[in-house]
């Protein structure tokens, strides 16, 4: 009983572990090009909804009728959620390079805006019955068995891409001349265009990479843990635990995945703590003794408030990061 719940602990580690590094990296790359996302909870909500859209009319076609067809099925609902993400963050660099609008306002406003399109057009698709979406989230994993035990942990190809991305981000950023030059429009654009970098050009890219990473982000973070998705609630704060996790990891690769290792603990019992207190400590958590899942999931919330407080003076995000950058006023 014990193990079942430690692999069940470790089933939702991994999920959230896996969600949580996407979007704060997406952040990363954003704000180290010198543009604050405020509104990677927007661009998850949006991206989430275009994929999972695309998941169900894709289990439709006679594409899920076959072994390679599934694995299309998986590729096409990953494009198209990175897509969206990538187009809706669009907003923000457009309106933050081009225009030189307020960049919390801006992406607060994308967040607000995500949700009620999202819901609008989940009532539309399900004639105004329910804002929830059905699909199957079986394509995007495979279990492990542990032998005789008869245990067994089903992951998801999630975690694969999330390593994948880590990685990746790190080379990206501190081992390539795109990786220096984005970090240099961060800290100092001045300095970046006097020396011919096109300072808008990879402030561009640089939330473009944060929708990409948002996008692939809200899949992770939706597909694993059920089998439906409810508009109206979004991705309830997800997108603002991973800015919190991104400033705690220092807009560094590898200090973010370390984090989001931490905070997905607290995510993950919130799910499971009846049946994980049970069998370690021989105590129901029940709704009858006045716990709910709603107290364990403030948890990380709580935690990052906490940490804030004690490590925002110790802080040291990119120096040019939501300053507005004229070339001709320089």
């Known amino acids: 009983m014990i193990t079942a719940q430690l692999l069940l602990l470790l089933f939702y580690i991994l999920i959230f572990c896996a969600a949580l590094a996407f979007v704060a990296l997406g952040g990363m790359f954003s704000e180290r090009s010198g543009i604050i996302n405020i509104g990677l909870e927007g661009i998850m909500?949006?991206?989430?909804?275009?994929?999972?859209?695309?998941?169900?009319?894709?289990?439709?076609?006679?594409?899920?009728?076959?072994?390679?067809?599934?694995?299309?099925?998986?590729?096409?609902?990953?494009?198209?959620?990175?897509?969206?993400?990538?187009?809706?963050?669009?907003?923000?660099?457009?309106?933050?390079?081009?225009?030189?609008?307020?960049?919390?306002?801006?992406?607060?406003?994308?967040?607000?805006?995500?949700?009620?399109?999202?819901?609008?057009?989940?009532?539309?698709?399900?004639?105004?019955?329910?804002?929830?979406?059905?699909?199957?989230?079986?394509?995007?994993?495979?279990?492990?068995?542990?032998?005789?035990?008869?245990?067994?942990?089903?992951?998801?190809?999630?975690?694969?891409?999330?390593?994948?991305?880590?990685?990746?981000?790190?080379?990206?950023?501190?081992?390539?001349r795109f990786g220096l030059r984005l970090r240099s429009c961060g800290e100092n654009p001045n300095a970046s265009v006097s020396v011919g970098i096109n300072v808008k050009f990879y402030r561009y890219a640089g939330v473009a990479i944060s929708g990409a990473l948002g996008g692939l982000g809200a899949l992770a973070y939706i597909i694993p843990t059920q089998q439906f998705w409810n508009a109206s609630n979004g991705v309830a704060g997800f997108g603002f635990l991973a800015l919190a996790i991104m400033i705690f990891g220092q807009w560094k690769p590898i200090r973010i995945s370390i984090i989001s290792i931490i905070f997905s603990i607290f995510l993950s019992i919130s799910y499971i703590y009846n049946g994980l207190f049970?069998?370690?400590?021989?105590?129901?958590?029940?709704?009858?003794?006045?716990?709910?899942?709603?107290?364990?999931?403030?948890?990380?919330?709580?935690?990052?408030?906490?940490?804030?407080?004690?490590?925002?003076?110790?802080?040291?995000?990119?120096?040019?990061?939501?300053?507005?950058?004229?070339?001709?006023?320089?």
């Open 45 to 176: 909500v949006m991206s989430g909804f275009i994929g999972l859209i695309t998941l169900t009319s894709l289990t439709n076609t006679v594409l899920a009728t076959f072994t390679l067809g599934k694995v299309l099925i998986v590729i096409i609902t990953l494009l198209a959620s990175m897509i969206t993400g990538i187009l809706y963050s669009g907003l923000l660099s457009v309106l933050a390079i081009r225009f030189n609008a307020d960049q919390t306002l801006t992406g607060t406003a994308l967040n607000l805006i995500a949700t009620a399109v999202a819901m609008i057009f989940t009532k539309r698709l399900n004639n105004g019955s329910s804002d929830t979406i059905n699909y199957n989230a079986s394509y995007f994993s495979f279990t492990i068995n542990f032998g005789s035990s008869g245990h067994s942990l089903t992951l998801n190809i999630f975690l694969i891409l999330a390593i994948i991305a880590i990685i990746l981000s790190y080379f990206v950023l501190y081992k390539t």
């Open 278 to 330: 049970s069998a370690l400590f021989g105590i129901n958590l029940t709704a009858e003794n006045g716990v709910t899942p709603e107290l364990f999931k403030m948890l990380p919330f709580i935690a990052s408030l906490i940490l804030l407080i004690f490590t925002s003076k110790k802080s040291r995000a990119p120096k040019a990061e939501g300053i507005p950058f004229d070339v001709s006023k320089r």
